[in-house]
């Protein structure tokens, strides 16, 4: 079984999709990370964050094995993830690494897992909440791990990368026709996870 799940930057999509899969016991990947690792690499290593050829060859040679998740959680990793992931050569680079996850079955989310990645699969989830919930998620989650975090900053920013990867050319943000709606922003985790193993349950 393939679930796929995506929706905007701190949706509750990627706790979900956890959730879920340990739930039916499938494997899973935040593919996220993987445009994280690659902004971060770049980052680390000095290199600009809008040479498509540098991009592409820092994706092509990613070790998923070693994605430290703490390290690229930081705000403006995601930030700078969603500048490199606007480039064709670099989400080509990371495409048959996530449909060969995804091929003996597990729960993806990110951006264009219904879409481009797994366009078959047998669940699909678009899990989204306000802008302003998101950013007051977002807000306590630093503020739990003692980072500092400004809520208007944080809102800025989420308003300001949803309509760069919903507005992109390549593999946009987008809900497909026979996705499953789960808007979160009146729900917690525990309401969205029953909702969601509903809808699988269903099919
Ligand atoms: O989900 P997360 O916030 O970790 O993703 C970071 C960035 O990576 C997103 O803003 C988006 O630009 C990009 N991304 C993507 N396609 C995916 C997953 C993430 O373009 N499947």
Request: net charge negative; hydrophobic share 45%; proline share 14%.
């Given at each position: 079984m393939i679930i796929a799940i995506d929706g905007p930057a701190a949706s509750g999509k990627g706790t979900l999709a956890r959730r879920l899969a340990a739930h039916l016991g499938l494997k899973h990947l935040d593919t996220g990370l993987l445009y994280r690792a690659v902004a971060a690499e770049l980052l680390n290593r000095g290199l600009?964050?809008?040479?498509e050829a540098t991009a592409a060859e820092v994706a092509s040679g990613l070790d998923t094995g070693a994605l430290d998740r703490d390290m690229l959680s930081a705000h403006e990793v995601g930030e700078a993830a969603s500048k490199v992931a606007v480039m064709p050569a670099v989400r080509a680079a990371l495409l048959k690494l996530q449909r060969d996850f995804a091929a003996t079955g597990a729960v993806l989310d990110g951006?264009?897992?219904?879409?481009?990645?797994?366009?078959?699969?047998d669940v699909k989830l678009f899990v989204t909440a306000s802008a302003q919930v998101r950013a007051r998620r977002r807000t306590d989650e630093l503020a739990a791990r003692g980072k500092a975090a400004d809520f208007d900053a944080i809102l800025a920013d989420l308003v300001k990368r949803d309509a760069r990867d919903a507005g992109?050319?390549?593999?946009?943000?987008k809900q497909t026709a026979d996705a499953h709606l789960l808007d979160t922003s009146e729900m917690d985790i525990e309401t969205a996870f029953r909702k969601a193993v509903d809808i699988i349950d269903s099919i």
């Open positions: 600009p964050l809008d040479d951006r264009d897992i219904g879409t481009v990645i797994c366009p078959d699969a992109r050319a390549v593999a946009p943000l």
